[in-house]
C-alpha cells in the first residue's frame, strides 16, 4: 500500500494546481456530490485521466489529497494505522484513512476493486450518513468534517469477472464514467503535458484514434492519453517519431509479433 | 472489521431518534423478540433500510447500539477483544461484541453471511438459551444481560450460492424478510431523507419501480431506496435531474453502455 | 473457539439440573459407555437436542460440562492452552480440554465434523486404550481420570461430501443416531420450554410433521424443535400464531418466496 | 501435533509390555530390520492392531516409544523443537523426534501420509545411510545411536488418490503390510482385550466377518478388530449384545439409514 | 528477495564495465528514457542478454544499480525496508527500493510479472509524473532525483496466461523488445565470454539456429545465448565438444530421451 | 528443511570417502564444471545414486558438503539465515547457502524441484557470472571463493505437470542425467554397500531387471538401487531372501495386492 500526502494548499496552491483539462460536466457533478457530503466513484480505462481530475478537484476546494493504491495484499491496518515500537518507544501511527479524516482532506482509493473486502468495509460507515470512522485499536471513533470527501477509481474494463464490487458498495457513491477525450481536447493535453509540438500530438491522437477503432485486435486494454504523452515525451527529446510510437506506444500494448507489426504500419503510416 | 459505537440514550436520546418510516408489522415483531430474549434475523437487499430499522429499534427500547459490519477478514479476536502493548504496559481492550453483552447493548452484526466460521461460532451461545459468552483470552464468562439482544442481516439475493448461513446458526433466529417499501411510503422516505420536494420524490420512486420491473436487464442489484435518496439530494442542491439519475442511478446500477443508455432513457422519460 | 465452562455440581446442582426428556435408549447407552470409558458420539439434524442431552448427562453423573463448539479456525493450540503475556509475567492457561483432562470434567465437542484436523488428532490419544493428553508446549502429558469423558457430535445431514469425519476418527467412538422425537413428545417438550400450552404445542408439533413430510421442498434442513420452542415463545408472548409461525418457523428455513409462501399456508392450516 | 513420551523400560518394564498376539512373521521382520537399522513402514486399515504392535516391539528390545500422530498441520518446528519464552528467559524444548533421536527411542510416526512434506523430508536423513538429525535452529547435528529406529504407519485404503507417500521416501522403508487376523486370534484378542467370554468374542468376529464380505455397501472403511473390542466391552459390562452391536459396530460404519439397518439385520442374525 | 547492489563507478567504473555487445538501437532508446526520466520495460526471452544490457546502461551513465530478483513471494516490505532488533536496539534498514531511490542508482526489477500486485503498485508512484515513494512504515516521502531510473524486465514466452502485467502497469513503461542477436554478433559474444575460439563459437551459434528452427519439438524454452556461452566454456577448458553440447545445451533443454537424442543428433552434426 | 553439515576434509579426510563407484563420464563431467564454475543439475530417478554421486565429488575435491533437502515449506530465511533471540542477545545465525558459500563447501539442493520460487531466486545470482549472495537481512553481499560450487538435483518422472523448474532456472546449469547402472555394476554396488555375497546381489539386479522391464504394472516409479541394497542387508542378516524381497522390494513399490503378487512371483522365481 502506498499512500502520497500532498502538500496542504496555501499560499503557493495556485503555482502547484496540476494540469487538467475539464471534458465535460465532470467537475461540476463533483462539486455538487461535495457540497451533498456525497462520495464520488470514478469509473475508466487505465491512463485515461481518473487520478489527475481527483489532483485538480483537490486544488480547486483548496484541500489536500491523500491517495491510495490499492492492492489485494492492502489490510484495513495499513490504512487506519498501527502501534510501532521505536526506541523502546510504543507509538501510534496514522494510516492514510486516518489522517485523510482527521485532517478534512480529499481521500482517493486508486483501483477500489483491487481491494481487499476488509478494506471496503472499512469504508461504509465514512460513505453512507454516518460518515464515522472507528479505529479500534486506539478505541476511537472519527467524525468526518464538512471538508472531508472519500473518491474511488475503478476500471471496470479489466478483469471484469474477478474483480467486481458489490453492489452494496457500489450503490453508496455517486458514480461518474470517463472515456477518452475528444481529439482536438486530447491533442491539446498531450502538447501540454509532453512539450511536442502541436502538429505531432495531433498525429498522435490520430494513431490512437486508429488503434482504438481495432477491435479485432484483442489487445488487454486499448492506447490511453497517458500512452501518448510518453511518445510525445520521446519525440520532442529527438527521438525519431516511428522509434518512438514503437517503444512507447506498439511494444507497451503487445507482446504477439504479428499485432506489433500490424500495430508499427498504423504507426509508420501517421508519421 | 468496523464498530461502531453509539451514544447511550439518556435525556437527548429522543433528540436523536433517527428517522425511520414502519412499513409493516417489523416492530411488533421486535418487540415480541426482544421481550422473549430472542435473536432476531433481518433478511434483504441492499439499500432497503434496514440498518436504518435498527437503529431506530434501539432508540425505541432506549440501548446503545453496536454495530459490526461483518466481512470474510473479521475474526473472532477482533470481536472479542484483545490484549494490546501500549507504552510498556498491557491492557485488554474489549471487542465490539463484549462491549455489547457487557453494557447490555443491542448488538447488529451487519452482512453476517460475510463472516468467517469462526465469528458466527462466537454467537451460538450468544444466541440460544445459554445467552452466556465465553472469551478465552481473559478465561472469562460473560452472562448476558436482560437488556442485551442480537440482531444480524444477511443479503439472500447476493452470492447465493457462496455465502449461505448454516441451518445450524439460521434455526437459532427469528426471521424477517425486508422489501422496498410501497411506493407512496418510498416517496415519503425519499423526500424526508434527501429534502428534495415530494413530486420529484415521487418521479424517482416511479423511475425505480420501472428499474425493478424490467428483469431482462441482468443488473447485478436492482435500484435501492439509497440510490433514490443520493439522486434526490443532488437534485435538491440544484444539478439538473436527469444528471442527477445518471450519475446517482444509472451509472452506480451498471457499467455496460448499452444498458446505461436503456436506463438513462427511463430517466429521461420521468424527468 | 468458545468453550462455556458450567458450574462443578455440589449443593445446588439438583436444583440447576437442565430440562431433558429421555426419548429412546440414549441415556442407558451414555451410562455403559461412560463405565467403560468409551468416547461417545452423537448423530444427528440441527436443533434435535444433542447439546441438552449432554447438559441432562453430565448433570446425571454429577460431573462439570465443558463445551467446544467447533470450527475451522480452531486450533489444536486454542484446545490446549497458550503461554499469555500478562503484566511482564509470562502464564500458562489451561486451554477447555486440558482443564476438562485435569478437572475429571465431560468434555463435550459439538460439530466436531467442522474442525480441523489437528484438532481431531489431539483427540486421538484420550478416545483409545491411552485416555491420555500430551501438551507439548508445556511438556506435559496427563492422564485422564476415571471421571473423565468425551463426547462429540456430528451433522451427517449437512455438507456430507466436505466435512466427513475419517474412519480412524469414527470408529473410535460409540455412536447414538438422534432424530426428531415422536409428536407427544415433542410437544411436551415444547411446552415445557416455551411455556406455550400444551394444545398450541401440538398445533406446533403438528405444523412440523407437515413440514418434514415434504421432501419436494428442497429445504437445506427441515423444522427442527428449537424452532417450535421459538415459535411457542413468540405465542405465548401475544404474538399472532401464524406471524409467529412466518417469522420463527418459515423464514428461517428458506430465502425463497414461492417455498416460504407454501409454508406459510401450512401454517395457516393448522391454526 | 501430540507426542506421547512411553516411559523408559528398567525393572518393571516387563509389568508394562502392552498386549500383543503376533499373527503372522511380523515381529521376526521387524528384528531384522532394527538389526539392519533399517527404518520400518507399516501399511494396513484402520483398527487392525498396527499401533498395539509397535508399542509391543518397543518393549521386546527394551526401548521407550515416542509416538507421533501426523497431520497436515504437524510442522518440522513441532517435532523437532523449538525455542520458548518462559519467565524472562529463553530455553530450548526438543520436539519429539530430537528426543527420540538422542534418547534412541523407537520414533514412531503415525498416518505418515497426512504429514505434510518438510515434515516427511526431516525423516530422509534419519531414514538413509547417515542416520542424522540436523536441527537447523539450534544448529546441531545428531547421529541417531545404534537403539533408534523409525516406523512410520499408513493407511493405503484411505483417500488414497490424495494422500499418497513419494517413491523416494517409501523407496526408503522396509514395509509390512497388515490385515485383520485371521477368525480364531481376532476372537483371541478381542476376548483378552474387552473382558468379555470367547463366545461372545466368537459371535463379534464371525459379524466382522459378514461385514467385511459385503463390498456392495460402499462403506469408507470396514469394520475393525478396535470396534469388536468396543462391543465387546460394552457386552462385559452388561449391555444387551444387539444394542452393543448397533452402538459399537453398526452407528460407527455409517450415517445412511438403509445400511445401517442391513448392518443391524446381520448383527441381530449373530446374537 | 535477492538484491544485489554494484559499486557506485568512480575512479575504477570503467574498469569494471561490464562487457556487452549493442545490437540493435537499444542504447539510444534506453538514453532517451533516461533523459525524459521514463522508465523502461524490456521484454524478451531466458538468457538472451537483458541482465547484461542494464549493466552495461548502468555503467555508461555512470550510476550504480541495484537489482531485485522478483519471485512471488517478495512483499512490499522487503523492497521498502524493514525495522529490525539488534542488540536490544532498534534499526531501520532500507530495502533495496528505498536505497535505489536515495542514491539515485538504476533500479532494475528483473522478472517484474512473478512480483505479487503490492510490489507492482509500489512501483506506481515512481513510474509515473510523481517520481516519488512513500514508505509507511518510516512515515516519510522520497522524491526521485533526476539520476534515478526504473528499469523491469518480463519474459512474455513464460507462462503466458498466469503472469501478465496489467495494462495500467504496462502503460507506464517506454518498451523494448530483445530476441536472440544475429548469428555474427552472437558468436561474437559466445567467443567473448566464454574464451573459445571464434571457429567454435560459430559452431554453436550454427547449431542454436538449428534447434531454435524446430517448432516441432515441443521445448519449453529454445537454446539461449547463456548456453552457448556455458558450452563454450567447457570446451574452452578441453571438454570434448559433442559432450559439452549434450550436458551443456542438449540437457538443459529437455528430460525426454527422445527429443535429447533429436537435439544430440543436431549437435553431432555440427561438429 | 535439512542441512547436514559434513566435517571439512582435513588429514582424515581420505579415511571418509565415501564408496562411488563411476558408471559411465560423471565424474570427468564434474571436474570440467568445477573448474569452469559452472552449476551442476543432476537429474534421475529416486534412488539411482545421485546423493552418494555428490558425496563422493565432494571428497574428490577435499571440500566440505553442505546438503538441503528441498521441499515446499523451506523459505528463502531457511536457506539464508535469521537472528535468533539466544539468552537475551541476539546472534546471527546463517544458513546453509550462506555457510557453504562463506566457507567455499559444495552445496547440493535435493529435490530443487520441491523447492518454493523465492528459495530458487536465492539460486540466481549464485548460479551466473556474479557468482555473488545477497543476505538482505545482514545488508551484506558474499562473493563466492573459487572453491564454491552449487549442485542440484531433480527428479524429471516424478510429478512432470506439478513441479518443473522454469527455464531461466535450467538454462543456468550444466546438467546430468543418471539412470541405473549397468548390471554388473550395479551388482558390484549392491555387494559393497549391503555385505550380502555378489551371487545374490547378482540375483537383486536380475530382479530388478525384470521389474524394470514391466511397464505395465502402473508403479509410480520402479525398483531402485536403494531398495536392492535394503533387499542385500536383509539376507546378509539371515532372513530368508523370498521374505527379504517381500519386504524390501515388492512392499514399497505397492499396495496394490495383485501387483504385489506378481512382483513376489518374480523374487520367487528369482530366488
Redesign the interface.
Known amino acids: 500500500?502506498?499512500?502520497?500526502?500532498q502538500p496542504a494548499p496555501g499560499a503557493s496552491a495556485g503555482a502547484r494546481t496540476p494540469y487538467y483539462r475539464p471534458i465535460a460536466?465532470e467537475a461540476?457533478?463533483f462539486h455538487?456530490?461535495y457540497?451533498?457530503r456525497?462520495p464520488l466513484?470514478l469509473?475508466g480505462p487505465?491512463?485515461c485521466g481518473k487520478s489527475r481530475f481527483v489532483e485538480a478537484m483537490a486544488a480547486s476546494v483548496g484541500r489536500p489529497l491523500v491517495t491510495v493504491?490499492?492492492?489485494?495484499?492492502?489490510?484495513?491496518t495499513?490504512l487506519l494505522g498501527r502501534?510501532?515500537?521505536?526506541?523502546?518507544?510504543?507509538v501510534w501511527?496514522d494510516?492514510?484513512v486516518t489522517r485523510a479524516v482527521r485532517t478534512g482532506a480529499l481521500l482517493y482509493l486508486d483501483?477500489i476493486a483491487?481491494a481487499?473486502?476488509?478494506v471496503?468495509?472499512?469504508l461504509?460507515?465514512l460513505s453512507?450518513?454516518?460518515r464515522?470512522?472507528?479505529v479500534?485499536?486506539i478505541?476511537a471513533?472519527f467524525e468526518a468534517p464538512p471538508e472531508f470527501m472519500m473518491l474511488v477509481s475503478y476500471?471496470?474494463g479489466?478483469r471484469r469477472a474477478l474483480k467486481?464490487l458489490?453492489?452494496?458498495t457500489?450503490?453508496?457513491?455517486?458514480?461518474?464514467?470517463f472515456g477518452y477525450p475528444a481529439p482536438e481536447i486530447e491533442a491539446e493535453i498531450v502538447c501540454a503535458?509532453s512539450g511536442v509540438d502541436l502538429a505531432a500530438a495531433r498525429r498522435l491522437v490520430a494513431l490512437a484514434g486508429r488503434i482504438r477503432a481495432l477491435d479485432e485486435l484483442g489487445l488487454?486494454?486499448t492506447a490511453?492519453t497517458?500512452?501518448l504523452v510518453?511518445a510525445g515525451?520521446?519525440i520532442r527529446?529527438?527521438?525519431a517519431p516511428r522509434?518512438?510510437c514503437h517503444?512507447?506506444v506498439v511494444?507497451?500494448?503487445t507482446?504477439d509479433p504479428v499485432t506489433?507489426a500490424a500495430l508499427q504500419d498504423l504507426a509508420d503510416l501517421t508519421f
Open positions: 500500500m502506498t499512500a502520497l500526502p460536466g461540476q457533478v455538487y456530490a457540497e451533498s456525497l466513484l469509473k487505465t491512463g493504491a490499492c492492492n489485494d495484499e492492502t489490510t484495513a495499513d502501534w510501532l515500537v521505536r526506541g523502546g518507544d510504543t501511527q494510516g492514510p483501483e483491487e481487499r473486502e476488509d471496503i468495509v472499512v461504509h460507515s453512507d450518513h454516518r464515522a470512522l472507528y479500534d485499536r478505541d471513533t476500471n471496470p479489466y467486481e458489490k453492489p452494496s457500489r450503490q453508496r457513491f455517486v458514480s461518474l464514467a503535458e488487454a486494454e490511453s497517458r500512452l510518453g515525451t520521446l527529446r529527438g527521438l522509434l518512438a517503444v512507447a511494444q507497451p500494448l507482446d506489433a
